[in-house]
C-alpha cells in the first residue's frame, strides 16, 4: 500500500461506518515496510517505492526516495537484518528515487546506477542548493551483487523512461525492481529532455515480461491506490499496451491532419479506465504531448 493509499483508507474508516478499533490497528501497523519473499521487500514511505534485500552479511536496497524516509528507511531496516556490506542501487536520477542518497552515503552504503545517471541528476539539480551524491560505481550494460545465496543484477535496456534506467532483478527471489518504467494504471511522468523514448520503453517492457516468468513478482516506483506498487508480468505487458496506445493514437491523429491540441486533448482511453492523473503534468494530455513530440522529431 503507497502513501496515498494508507491516507486514503484512514479517511475512509475515519468518515466512514466501519470504524473497528482492530482494523484500525491493523492499518496503522501495515508498512511501511512490506516483506515480500526470501528476505527481499519494498518500502513506501514517500516517493518512488524502495525494494530491499537483506542477509546476515549485507543489506542491498534499491531506490532512496527523499532524506526524511530514507533516514526511516535506514534505522527500520535493521529489525529485518544489519549485514556490514551494503549497497544501493539508483534505478534512474529523479528526486523521488535519489534524493535519500547523501543518508544512504552516510550510513556507508555504496551507491551503483547505469553510466548516464551522473550526469542527468548533475543535470535536473541544477539551481539547488543541496548536493544530493550520485552512484560512485557506474556500469555500461549490467552489474551483479552476489549475497548470500541471492544474485542481485542492474540492467540497462536503452533509453525509455529516461536516458538512464535499469531493471534491478532479485534471480533467487524472482523479483525485479522497474524503478519507473511501470507506474501501474496512473499516467506516467515520460522524461523527454532527460532521455526518454516511448517507443524504448515499449520495447524494454516486452523484453522484461520474456525475461520474466509467471512466478516473478514485480516491484513498480509506483501505483495507483487501487492496483498498489507490486504486481506481475501481466501488469508490466498492460503497461506496454498503455504506451502503445499513446503512440496508436498520437501517429492517427498526425495522419489524419490534426493539430497537437485535437491530438492531446483527451483526458481518458475507455481502453484503460484504471489509469488515474495526478495533476496536470501526469495526465493524459501531458502524455500525448510528449508522445507527440517523440514522434514529429523524425520528420
Ligand atoms: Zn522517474
Given at each position: 500500500m503507497?502513501?496515498?493509499a494508507?491516507?486514503q483508507n484512514?479517511s475512509?474508516?475515519?468518515a466512514?461506518?466501519?470504524?473497528a478499533?482492530s482494523?484500525l490497528?491493523?492499518v496503522?501497523q501495515e508498512?511501511?515496510?512490506y ?6 521487500g519494498?518500502f513506501?514511505?514517500?516517493?518512488g517505492t524502495?525494494?530491499?534485500f537483506?542477509?546476515d552479511?549485507?543489506?542491498v536496497v534499491?531506490d ?5 524516509s530514507a533516514?526511516?528507511?535506514i534505522s527500520g531496516?535493521t529489525?529485518y537484518g544489519n549485514?556490514p556490506?551494503r549497497?544501493?542501487?539508483?534505478t534512474?536520477?529523479h ?5 535519500g542518497?547523501?543518508?544512504?552515503a552516510?550510513?556507508?552504503y ?8 551522473p550526469?542527468?541528476?548533475q ?10 551524491p ?6 555500461e550494460?549490467e552489474?551483479?551483487i552476489?549475497a548470500g545465496?541471492?544474485?542481485i543484477?542492474a540492467k ?6 529516461t536516458?538512464?534506467?535499469s531493471v534491478?532483478w532479485?534471480?533467487n527471489?524472482n523479483?525485479a525492481?522497474?524503478?519507473d ?5 496512473w499516467?506516467?511522468?515520460i522524461?523527454?529532455?532527460?532521455g526518454a523514448?516511448?517507443?524504448?520503453w ?6 522484461v515480461a520474456?525475461?520474466?516468468d ?5 516491484i513498480?516506483g509506483h501505483?495507483?491506490s487501487?492496483?498498489g506498487v507490486?504486481?506481475d508480468?501481466?501488469d508490466?505487458?498492460?503497461?506496454r ?6 503512440i ?6 498526425l495522419?489524419a ?8 486533448s483527451v483526458n481518458?482511453?475507455e ?14 494530455p501531458a502524455?500525448?504531448?510528449?508522445v507527440?513530440?517523440?514522434?514529429t522529431?523524425?520528420e
Amino acid at each position: 500500500m503507497n502513501r496515498k493509499a494508507f491516507i486514503q483508507n484512514f479517511s475512509l474508516l475515519s468518515a466512514g461506518a466501519i470504524a473497528a478499533p482492530s482494523l484500525l490497528t491493523r492499518v496503522f501497523q501495515e508498512g511501511p515496510f512490506y516483506p515480500l519473499r526470501n528476505g527481499a521487500g519494498y518500502f513506501t514511505g514517500r516517493g518512488g517505492t524502495i525494494g530491499w534485500f537483506v542477509t546476515d552479511d549485507a543489506i542491498v536496497v534499491i531506490d532512496s526516495q527523499f532524506r526524511n524516509s530514507a533516514e526511516e528507511f535506514i534505522s527500520g531496516i535493521t529489525t529485518y537484518g544489519n549485514g556490514p556490506t551494503r549497497f544501493l542501487f539508483n534505478t534512474h536520477h529523479h528526486g523521488d528515487h535519489v534524493s535519500g542518497n547523501g543518508a544512504f552515503a552516510e550510513s556507508d552504503y555504496r551507491i551503483i546506477a547505469h553510466q548516464n545517471v551522473p550526469e542527468l541528476q548533475q543535470q535536473a539539480s541544477q539551481g539547488n542548493d543541496e548536493v544530493i551524491p550520485s552512484a560512485s560505481i557506474t556500469f555500461e550494460d549490467e552489474f551483479s551483487i552476489d549475497a548470500g545465496d541471492e544474485q542481485i543484477t542492474a540492467k540497462y535496456y536503452g533509453n525509455a523512461h529516461t536516458g538512464g534506467d535499469s531493471v534491478i532483478w532479485f534471480s533467487n527471489s524472482n523479483i525485479a525492481h522497474m524503478g519507473d518504467l511501470v507506474f501501474n494504471r496512473w499516467y506516467p511522468f515520460i522524461d523527454r529532455p532527460g532521455g526518454a523514448s516511448v517507443r524504448g520503453w515499449i520495447t524494454l517492457l516486452e523484453t522484461v515480461a520474456d525475461e520474466a516468468d509467471s512466478d516473478t513478482l514485480f516491484i513498480f516506483g509506483h501505483g495507483n491506490s487501487d492496483f498498489g506498487v507490486t504486481g506481475d508480468r501481466s501488469d508490466v505487458l498492460y503497461m506496454r499496451d498503455f504506451l502503445a496506445k499513446l503512440i496508436e493514437h498520437t501517429e492517427a491523429g498526425l495522419a489524419a491532419g490534426l493539430s497537437r491540441e485535437e491530438i492531446t486533448s483527451v483526458n481518458q482511453f475507455e481502453e484503460f479506465p484504471n489509469h488515474q492523473s495526478a495533476g496536470s503534468r501526469l495526465s493524459l494530455p501531458a502524455n500525448l504531448s510528449v508522445v507527440y513530440d517523440e514522434l514529429t522529431a523524425d520528420e
